[in-house]
Nanobody, 124 residues
Framework: VQLQASGGGLVQAGGSLMLSCAASGMFFSSHIMGWFRQAPGKEREFVAAVKRSEKYADSVKGRFTISRDDAKNTVFLQMNSLKPEDTAVYYC?????????????????????WGQGTQVTVSS
């Protein structure tokens, strides 16, 4: 399994970026796809996840939008109104769906596969 994240960069506060994560080697539609981020000196934190519906961290709700294209095995994270506190390495992750009664996981330990990360830097 390989998850390849891209789209990070340097942007001014208030700007936008779109991250993409292309998956290979797995049955994409059988996985919940998520984004996490890790700032220097901080723990990795949940940002957003999507299967049939989306879930967001409170800190990004209303500014970030997660989406997926199962035909292209790709998950996206559209980030608008970026703030300096959004600066972090962003990771995409995949969690296998183990039950029809699945709950979208919020903990990094519940994800099975990880991408290499892409740096997002928001200047003030």
């Amino acid at each position: 399994v390989q998850l390849q994240a891209s789209g990070g960069g340097l942007v001014q506060a208030g700007g936008s970026l779109m991250l993409s994560c292309a998956a290979s080697g797995m049955f994409f539609s059988s996985h919940i796809m998520g984004w996490f981020r890790q700032a220097p000196g901080k723990e990795r934190e949940f940002v957003a996840a999507v299967k049939r519906s989306e879930k967001y961290a409170d800190s990004v709700k209303g500014r970030f939008t997660i989406s997926r294209d199962d035909a292209k095995n790709t998950v996206f994270l559209q980030m608008n109104s970026l703030k300096p506190e959004d600066t972090a390495v962003y990771y995409c992750a995949a969690a296998r769906i183990r039950s029809v009664y699945y709950v979208v996981p919020l903990e990094s330990t519940e994800y099975d596969y990880w991408g290499q990360g892409t740096q997002v830097t928001v200047s003030s």
